[in-house]
């Protein structure tokens, strides 16, 4: 069996087009006379114009008539321009019948040009009006869904590093045990070295990095006490407590903290999301210019704690703190100097571990749960 596409002979047709500018595309190659193909284009312009589509009449001429009959009746096209009139012959028909049918399927293909016209102006002003509003809906609710995925993600490796510092060994991370007190004393007091003791076991000694009791003394407080040898040892210094209570070394914060600084002031809300996991004490100094009276101020309060969040939650550095200094306020900041000069900070806010860790400046609460669970 053999399939076969060409068409065994021409079928001929009828054809009315409305281009894109409007032009008439005729075609009448079926009841037409003439057989002919015209394009028609109705007047453009500021002036006055006219144009129709109509029938016409005309004598039978006898040597016209062929084996198609006769054809005196006419479709013209009439445009009128300036008042000048014109009349294009565009077919002829030999009934009327075929004429008539032909100026109704010019009508019928202007008509639709008229309506796919309005119908493209309709969707453009719904897309305008309706469509792009939505489209900009759609690119803020992705953006939106961005950010609380983003939010989410922050949130799982909050939790990932809680876990990881609760059980290091889930995760592959190798169990750190605290470092004996005693052998860094030791270090500090041998023989050959001078007095101070280096800036490496400064930042590797508890006792030493918080203020405590001397090297010596510190060397007869097993591993196991080093938390309650720290609280012992810090009481000269100015602290202000939040988070959880009577917590290890390694679950044990100490921040140094200004409150004129505008980091300090940011890293308040770290504060606020370690507090859930760790024992955090606030030590205030005055590393910027005429942060001394404030500090002073907030250690002599009443609530301390709430008076630090007041302070810190200044709308600006520039505007007063109320409340009195005192001596007391005054000694407990000079204390907190001294250490903060010791361990050779020049930045603020810092953070040092009641395990003798210093964390980077610039660490926030993630960076340091991460760290503080490696250990």
Not at 135 to 154: D, I, P, Y
Not at 202 to 207: E, G, H, K, V
């Amino acid at each position: 069996m053999r399939l076969k596409f060409e068409r065994s002979e021409n079928r001929t047709r009828d054809t009315v087009l409305i281009e894109a500018d409007g032009t008439v595309y005729t075609s009448f190659a079926k009841s037409g006379y003439l057989r002919a193909a015209t394009r028609t284009r109705f007047a453009r312009g500021t002036t006055a114009a006219t144009g129709a589509f109509s029938i016409s009449r005309g004598q039978t001429q006898a040597l016209e008539a062929g084996a198609q009959g006769q054809a005196n009746h006419g479709l013209v096209f009439i445009s009128e321009v300036d008042g000048e009139e014109k009349i294009a012959l565009i077919e002829r028909f030999a009934s009327e019948a075929d004429a008539q049918r032909a100026l109704g399927t010019i009508e019928t293909a202007l008509r639709r040009a008229a309506l796919g016209q309005r119908g493209l102006q309709l969707w453009r002003t719904l897309l305008c009006w309706v469509g792009a509003p939505f489209l900009l809906f759609l690119v803020s609710m992705s953006g939106v869904q961005f950010l609380n995925s983003h939010n989410a993600a922050l949130d799982d490796l909050n939790k990932l590093a809680h876990l990881a510092q609760q059980d290091p060994s889930a995760f592959g991370l190798p169990a750190v045990s605290l470092p004996s007190v005693a052998g860094a004393a030791g270090t500090a007091s041998r023989p050959g070295q001078s007095g101070a003791a280096p800036a490496s076991a400064a930042q590797t000694s508890p006792a030493l990095l918080l203020g405590g009791a001397s090297a010596a003394a510190a060397a007869d407080v097993p591993a196991s006490s080093v938390p309650s040898a720290i609280a012992a040892g810090t009481s000269g210094m100015a602290q202000i407590h939040f988070g959880l209570d009577r917590q290890p070394g390694n679950k044990t914060l100490y921040v140094y903290s200004d409150p004129n600084c505008p980091a300090c002031r940011r890293f308040e809300a770290h504060i606020n999301d370690l507090s859930r996991d760790f024992s955090i004490y606030v030590i205030p100094v005055a590393y910027q210019h005429g942060s001394a009276t404030i500090a002073s101020q907030v250690l002599c309060a009443a609530d301390d704690k709430q008076k630090w969040i007041e302070t810190m939650n200044r709308a600006s550095t520039a505007d007063p703190v109320s409340g009195e200094d005192c001596e007391r306020g005054y000694a407990g900041l000079k204390a907190n100097m001294a250490m903060f000069n010791s361990l050779g900070f020049d930045s603020t806010p810092r953070v040092v571990g009641g395990d003798g860790t210093v964390f980077p400046a610039g660490a926030t609460a993630s960076a340091i749960r991460i760290r503080a669970a490696a250990r």
